[in-house]
């Protein structure tokens, strides 16, 4: 079994920063990607960025420029860096991960973080 812990999320003014973090724990052979996920109150859950174990990245639109998905492949572990926040990225957001049983992806997801920007 494989555990996703986030933490960082929290309450900040527009135009403030976030950096979130997410370690997996658990029998891990081999971690396929991590990646950020975000669910605002009745919207459905979107990809933010996510990072492969080669280190290739791929963004929302909405979040290109202002947030930068970082990996550490040694400690299993995802950052979420997020700059110029606005109101529109608030959400809980979730770490997703992907790990390889004899070379199949299993998913699982960590619990989420409230991200609220607000003045």
């Known amino acids: 079994q494989v555990q996703l812990v986030e933490s960082g999320g929290g309450l900040v003014q527009p135009g403030g920063s976030l950096r979130l973090s997410c370690a997996a724990s658990?029998?891990?052979?081999?971690?396929?990607?991590m990646g950020w996920y975000r669910q605002a109150p009745g919207k459905e859950r979107e990809l933010v960025a996510r990072?492969?174990?080669?280190?290739?990245?791929n963004y929302a639109d909405s979040v290109k420029g202002r947030f930068t998905i970082s990996g550490d492949n040694a400690k299993n572990t995802v950052h979420l860096q997020m700059n110029s926040l606005k109101p529109e990225d608030t959400a809980v957001y979730y770490c997703?991960?992907?790990?390889?049983?004899?070379?199949?992806?299993?998913?699982?997801w960590g619990q989420g973080t409230q991200v609220t920007i607000s003045s």
């Open positions: 997703r991960a992907f790990v390889l049983r004899s070379g199949v992806p299993i998913q699982y």
């Open positions: 658990g029998t891990i052979f081999s971690l396929n990607s």
């Open positions: 990072i492969t174990s080669g280190g290739m990245t």
